[in-house]
């Protein structure tokens, strides 16, 4: 059973997870646009994992007793530079979740509830591999800088990423 307080929290996180698929989804929307598909791929997949973590969470607080509670949600940020300042800007934005999913199994902590802690622990897992994810993109990126080849080899290479549903990675 969670306490209302661990509810809430995780409601907040639910409601983050799924700003943070539309964060995606604009900017897939402007990969899209730009014609590089691989890294519109990249973006669509990042924008399935962050529906199922949603949902993840969603199904946690169903099964604890706790009740969902839906809020409204922000515009995400359409306007990009370029594709390095799309991938500045994802993991900056998982900076942001790591944050708040350390916040969440903090409260978890406090309140002893070990199957929180549990629960959770495969969202701080998952974050370390988002931000490294993003970061080596980034590098990637910074390499090649204006070089319209080495773009369109990242692209090639993002494109071969595919979504794994987590009841697969578990």
């Known amino acids: 059973m969670l ?32 014609d590089l598909p691989g890294m519109a791929n990249w ?6 994992e962050e529906m199922s973590h949603a949902e ?16 409204s ?3 995400p940020h359409n306007d990009y530079n370029s594709p390095l300042h799309i991938f500045e800007e994802a993991l900056r934005h998982e900076q942001i979740v790591t944050a708040r999913i350390n916040d969440l ?18 969202f701080v897992t998952e974050q370390v591999e988002e931000e490294a994810n993003a970061s080596h993109i980034i590098a990637k990126l910074k390499r090649v800088q204006e070089d319209g080849r080495g773009l369109m080899m990242i692209d090639q290479e993002l494109a071969k990423r595919v979504f794994v549903p987590i009841a697969a990675e578990a």
């Open 73 to 75: 949600m922000e515009t």
């Open 105 to 122: 199994m903090d409260l978890a902590q406090q309140e002893k509830n070990h199957a929180a802690q549990i629960f959770l622990q495969w």
């Open 43 to 48: 973006m669509n997949i990042q924008f399935q």
């Open 3 to 34: 306490t209302p307080k661990l509810v809430s929290a995780i409601n907040d996180q639910i409601q983050f997870e799924y700003y943070s698929a539309f964060i995606y989804k604009a900017m897939q929307a402007y990969f899209e646009a730009e």
């Open 56 to 71: 993840k969470m969603f199904q946690f607080v169903c099964e604890t007793g706790g009740r969902v509670l839906l809020q």
